[in-house]
């Protein structure tokens, strides 16, 4: 790392210049750095096109949500990965309707 900022300097790039230009290479999806939730830090429309998002099935996830045996089902059959499951609480009933639909296609 002094090796590049020596090299940087001797351009005479300044700090901002060199972070910009490492930040243009990173394979990063775009995001909000100041961001307290992972919703606000990656925006989901800009990572994936709308039509791969409306064309995701949500229904078992959202009745997994619901239901212990549908949910021990996907467990069972090994539909969707541990990950998902773990986090299915987050797609309740208790969670608004749009919002809920949301959660489950992000999860998806």
Not at 7 to 27: F, H, L, P, Q, S
Not at 30 to 43: C, S
Not at 84 to 99: A, H
């Amino acid at each position: 790392m002094d090796e590049v900022a020596g090299k940087a300097a001797a351009r005479g790039e300044t700090r901002e210049e060199i972070m910009a230009r490492m930040g243009a290479a990173r394979v990063v999806p775009p995001h909000n750095p100041k961001a307290t939730k992972p919703e606000d830090a990656y925006k989901v429309h800009s990572m994936f096109p709308q039509s791969l998002m409306s064309a995701l099935n949500v229904g078992q996830l959202l009745h997994a949500a619901e239901k212990a045996e549908d949910m021990q089902n996907l467990k069972d059959r090994k539909r969707v990965p541990e990950y998902v499951i773990n986090r299915l609480s987050l797609v309740s009933n208790s969670t608004p309707g749009p919002e809920r639909k949301k959660k489950a296609r992000h999860l998806a």
